[in-house]
């Protein structure tokens, strides 16, 4: 089958028909872009640049979030410097508080003590241990001038301490109860029997003369029996840690309660104080009294 | 009967001249579009010869727009009149001309459609603009101005009215 030639070939009517065609579309496309034809070049180009505007701003906010990153943490940092300077003042200034809070603890544990107590109590500071040393003691910064006389009570909230051996103007020796020649009459709570506490040493004493035939349980606490006229009857000695039944009397070792190795503030007793101290009387509060009539 | 068609140089100079009117018309807008109308739909198309009808019909809407100095964006009425030219060309290519009343309702049935393109085709490339009363003085023109370039393009032969 032969191949037909084309029709169209580029003669004079072609090339009108062509111009022709041209006219009519670029006058149709320059009307159809109406005013302002260049919108539609840049709504074209703000279409065709949309991927690559939300690439640039999801770097930017990338860039800009790790830039907040990154101030974030040198604020944190700056932040932590300045919050452990404060924590190394603060831990500076309660090392500087601590021995007055525990003045100011011991002071009110002695308050307390002093209004269980009606007796007239003298409150003295610690100011030196010599308790190591043999025949050693507590040294108090009051003396004569406090009107302290030798074989006064000395007291701590959490039993007694001792007896003042020596008293100078401005200073006292305390004789503890744990040193070996010190002697304090004490009754057993339970079984009530008595006996005389001597010292052993390292915060611990053994109550002698107390009966074979008495039952004592170790654990039980220890008073002052007020026989030896320095104590009152009724204060905390300690409590019992060991029995041993010897021959004749039992052999009762007693952990002191007092520590006497850490002691700041202690009160002094009068001298001769009477055998029984009574806890002062409080009147309870009266209630309202009603009136009749009144619901 | 098939009337002939009028000669060339004739035409281009009546063309020519009417463009010129066009121009010269601007302060009347009547007679300006009415002068339009009658290049574009009478004496610029000529069968088997579209493209110098239609660079005068291009040349009359410009000339139109750019007198009148409207739009913000003009071509409107230059491509309505290219459109309208080369379908009138097409029409009397198809249907010859063979009386003045054929002539008349033809030029009718295009001005119609001139008016109507028009204000589409301004309106797409301008937006909405005011719409005056032109158009209707070119249509009860129209048997004054049909006659004429009856007259002018064919000629008194014997036999034609």
């Known amino acids: ?295 | 009967m098939r009337l002939p068609a009028p000669s060339t140089t004739r035409q281009q100079l009546l063309c020519a001249a009417t463009l010129g009117l066009i121009f010269l018309s601007a302060p009347f807008p009547w007679v300006q579009a009415i002068l339009h109308t009658t290049l574009v739909l009478a004496l610029a198309p000529r069968p088997g010869k579209p493209l110098p009808a239609a660079l005068w019909a291009v040349a009359a809407g410009w000339v139109v727009e750019g007198t009148l100095r409207l739009y913000p964006h003009m071509g409107g009425t230059a491509w309505a009149d290219l459109t309208l030219t080369l379908l009138a060309g097409g029409l009397a290519s198809r249907w010859p001309l063979e009386d003045l009343r054929t002539w008349l309702g033809r030029l009718a049935l295009l001005s119609l459609l001139h008016i109507l393109l028009l204000h589409g085709a301004v309106r797409l490339a301008a937006g909405p603009h005011p719409w005056g009363w032109s158009w209707l003085g070119v249509l009860l023109s129209l048997p004054l101005w049909g006659w004429a370039t009856w007259r002018l393009l064919h000629g008194a032969q014997p036999g034609r009215r």
């Open chain 1, 1 to 295: 089958m032969p191949v037909r030639a084309s029709r169209w070939r580029w003669n004079r009517a072609g090339w009108e028909r062509l111009a022709l065609v041209l006219l009519w579309l670029g006058h149709g496309t320059w009307v159809l872009l109406g005013t302002n034809p260049g919108r539609h070049w840049t709504r074209a180009a703000g279409l065709l640049s949309r991927p690559s505007q939300g690439l640039a701003t999801r770097w930017e906010a990338w860039r800009s979030s790790r830039r907040e990153a990154g101030r974030t943490l040198t604020t944190l940092r700056a932040e932590n410097e300045r919050l452990a300077a404060e924590l190394g003042q603060l831990k500076l200034a309660e090392a500087k508080e601590a021995p007055r809070r525990v003045d100011a603890d011991a002071a009110v544990h002695l308050l307390g003590l002093k209004q269980q107590i009606p007796l007239e109590l003298k409150a003295a500071r610690v100011i030196f241990t010599t308790r190591p040393a043999t025949f050693g003691g507590l040294i108090l910064d009051r003396g004569q001038d406090l009107g302290l006389v030798p074989d006064q009570g000395v007291l701590a909230p959490e039993g007694i301490v001792g007896r003042l051996w020596s008293v100078g103007p401005t200073q006292a020796k305390v004789l503890p109860v744990d040193a070996p020649n010190a002697s304090v009459g004490v009754m057993l709570m339970r079984s009530r029997a008595t006996g005389v506490l001597q010292g052993l040493g390292s915060g611990q004493a053994q109550i002698r003369y107390v009966s074979n035939q008495e039952v004592v349980q170790v654990g039980e606490a220890v008073l002052t029996s007020g026989l030896d006229r320095v104590f009152p009857r009724g204060l905390l000695v300690g409590y019992v840690a060991a029995v041993v039944k010897g021959e004749l009397e039992l052999r009762v070792t007693v952990n002191l309660s007092a520590p006497l190795d850490r002691l700041g503030l202690v009160l002094v007793l009068p001298t001769q104080p009477p055998l029984e101290v009574q806890p002062p009387f409080v009147a309870p509060d009266e209630k309202p009294q009603r009136k009749k009539g009144t619901p």
